[in-house]
């Protein structure tokens, strides 16, 4: 069962174009970029699709051949599938395991420019870092992530709540009865986190308990795919600090938490390796005294997120039937999973073909100690966000930033319907995709 993602519309959108790119699609190990390529591929009347991690001997083909004719002959022939521009996909997946044929992407483009290829892979940020300058306008990279909350909608059958809380703001706030609901569909989303494996088990009418046991396999697979990265990194300390990151969720990365088993360096090369992987990203401090927001970052304040809730809660054995009923998250929740979330959605709400961004604000003073969760761009206009984990909360951090960076305009998100107060807006955690989308 295939569940449409709003990658489906840009692989549309790239198939009818007269020349373009080959495609290289970029994201972390099931998050679903075969599954959307598969499905891609019913609009051609001829698929080729090679897995390198499955067919090694593919793998051959690139090492002995350099012409891009000549490589379509010999895939056609092994394959028995014909390469016709307009009417065949070619699909290389785990393209990482072949460096020749990520290098030879852009001949593609060169040579036969109107022939659809696209190439995807989990650990392609490993392979790219040792090819310099690699397809510089020849190769168009499509970042891809788990659902989004939208895309979560659609798939359970709720697509028509979508345009009324895209279109809802504090002169017209929901019916509270819409609120009601979209905030209950948000906390299983929450739960259940947005990897493709556990939205399908849910849309099939599985109970959240063996939700939760999808979960665990996927983090099973996910740490045993550690052992890839074996000759970076052990996989056993990866464990280590892929954990310790869940636990630190909200708040600025400390290496103090591994009692000394691991040294700064190998830590932060650790992280550094996750984030590559796509299942780790890192929220960055910034000045915020102008733009763009990222020239004034410093590097030594992080804060990292895990790329899926469900993974996050899973993690932490967070009670799940208090999380569904209450609108407090604050005494129950030790890893503040609506912040958590809020970043994920302004990351997947992004534009696909540029890596995401995230930039936080911290102020350490005497007395004076302020923080606002998110710090994004829109235009010439920066603009803070904060994040309450229920319906309450000051926002003093908020007004400090706002007046120190003379901002008109600042966000909080929460439980609570659409409303503002003084110069900033109250918008429901669910929409917090939307101001990715901003300008």
Not at 46 to 58: A, T, V
Not at 67 to 87: F, H, M, N, R
Not at 326 to 331: H, L, M, P, R
Not at 415 to 424: A, R
Request: charge should be neutral; charged fraction near 20%; aromatic fraction near 12%.
């Amino acid at each position: 069962m295939y569940l449409n993602r709003k990658i489906d519309h840009y692989l549309i959108e790239w198939k009818a174009e007269t020349v373009r790119k080959p495609l290289l699609l970029r994201g972390a190990r099931q998050v679903g970029k075969t599954s959307a390529i598969k499905n891609f591929s019913s609009n051609f009347e001829y698929f080729l699709s090679i897995n390198f991690d499955e067919r090694r001997d593919y793998v051959k083909v690139f090492e002995t051949t350099t012409g891009i004719d000549d490589v379509c002959e010999q895939l056609s022939l092994l394959t028995g599938t014909p390469i016709i521009a307009g009417k065949t996909l070619v699909f290389f997946d785990e393209i990482q395991v072949s460096v020749q044929a990520l290098q030879m992407l852009r001949y593609f483009y060169e040579k036969m420019p109107e022939l659809h290829v696209i190439a995807a892979g989990s650990l392609l940020e490993f392979a790219l870092e040792e090819i310099p300058a690699f397809g510089a306008g020849r190769v168009r990279s499509v970042f891809m992530y788990p659902f989004s909350f939208e895309e979560f909608l659609v798939s359970i059958g709720e697509s028509a709540l979508i345009p009324k809380m895209l279109h809802a703001d504090y002169h017209h706030p929901l019916q509270i009865v819409i609120h009601q609901k979209l905030s209950g569909l948000y906390k299983k989303f929450l739960l259940i986190g947005g990897m493709p494996e556990a939205v399908r088990a849910y849309v099939k009418g599985d109970s959240i308990l063996n939700i939760q046991r999808v979960l665990n396999d996927l983090i099973i697979a996910l740490e045993a795919d550690f052992a890839k990265y074996k000759k970076r990194f052990p996989g056993g300390r990866l464990t280590e600090v892929f954990r310790a990151i869940a636990y630190q969720t909200g708040q600025k990365f400390t290496y103090s938490y591994n009692k000394g088993s691991l040294s700064n360096v190998q830590i932060k090369e650790a992280i550094r390796l996750l984030c590559m992987a796509g299942i780790v990203y890192p929220v960055i401090h910034t000045a915020a005294n102008g733009i763009p927001i990222g020239a004034e970052i410093n590097p030594k304040k992080i804060k990292y997120l895990l790329y899926d809730t469900g993974i996050f809660q899973r993690l932490l054995g967070l009670e799940l039937g208090d999380m569904m009923i209450q609108d407090e998250f604050t005494a129950i929740n030790k890893g503040n999973i609506v912040e958590l979330s809020v970043g994920l959605e302004l990351i997947k709400n992004t534009d696909p073909f540029e890596p995401a961004n995230l930039y936080y604000w911290h102020r350490e003073a005497q007395n004076s100690q302020a923080e606002v969760d998110y710090v994004i761009q829109s235009g010439n206009e920066i603009y803070p966000i904060e994040v309450k984990s229920g319906t309450k909360g000051s926002m003093q951090s908020m007004y400090l930033f706002m007046k120190e960076k003379k901002s008109m305009l600042g966000y909080r998100l929460s439980f609570e319907n659409f409303s503002s107060i003084d110069f900033v807006k109250i918008m429901p955690v669910y929409v917090a995709g939307k101001l990715s989308r901003r300008g």
